[in-house]
């Protein structure tokens, strides 16, 4: 079945450290996307690629960093300059950069 | 800066009414889609609009698209249980590059 996988599902990470959240994918998608989702709010883009080897920052990048070396991964590092990193993060991907995206199931992170 | 602004942002309604929620946005676009959440869960596709006066149907929830009015709405005929959820409108700008602006979601609640 294709579609988008995030692991761990929860994490749960202590104040100073950098956590890393995976996101794979087994759609041949060129674009991949991460959000972060507050409570009650809706989705802000932090880091998106088009392309392999390639990514840019949205609108929310400070204190997290990203890396694109495969087209089925992208996985997002939360580095300990995030000031507030708690929340629920989504990974998307799209066929192309115009195209509809497709959102894996979550990783919801938790500062101890 | 792009806005992309639903109302209502909580809406509580009987079983069997029915409602509309509205997504306005700021600048020119012709691409919008429609998503729901689970609480907890992550984003499920429901509708793709990718013109002006495009309509789209699905079991009691209908989409449509004016994009000279920049505006979107999802109606909800008869509402059932099932339908409660929160409701995003995401509009693509492929312009800029980040591609997707999220609303601020619509939490739809359906009482028996």
């Known amino acids: 079945d294709g579609g988008i996988t995030q692991s761990p599902k929860y994490l749960f990470r202590k104040e100073g450290q950098n956590v890393t959240l995976s996101c794979e994918q087994n759609l041949n998608h060129d674009a991949m996307y991460w959000y972060r989702q507050d409570p009650g709010q809706g989705l802000r883009l932090i880091y998106y690629s088009q392309i392999v080897n390639d990514f840019q920052k949205g609108d929310i990048a400070e204190g997290y960093s990203v890396s694109r070396e495969k087209k089925e991964s992208f996985p997002l590092t939360v580095t300990s300059a995030q000031k507030n990193p708690t929340a629920f993060y989504l990974c998307?991907?799209?066929?192309?950069?115009?195209?509809?995206?497709?959102f894996g199931p979550g990783t919801r992170l938790t500062v101890l | 800066e792009l806005k992309v602004e639903q109302n209502p942002l909580f809406l509580s309604m009987q079983e069997g009414k029915n409602y509309t929620i509205y997504c306005n946005y700021s600048t020119t676009s012709d691409r919008l889609y429609w998503y729901r959440q689970d609480p907890g869960k992550s984003l499920e596709s429901l509708f793709v609009l990718l013109s002006n006066g495009a309509v789209k149907q699905e079991g009691r929830l209908m989409a449509s698209l004016d994009t000279k009015a920049r505006l979107s709405t999802l109606h909800i005929t008869a509402a059932v249980h099932d339908l409660s959820a929160t409701y995003f409108c995401a509009v693509d700008i492929r312009k800029t590059g980040n591609q997707f602006y999220f609303g601020t979601g619509t939490s739809l609640t359906v009482i028996p």
């Open positions: 998307a991907s799209s066929i192309h950069r115009a195209g509809e995206q497709f």
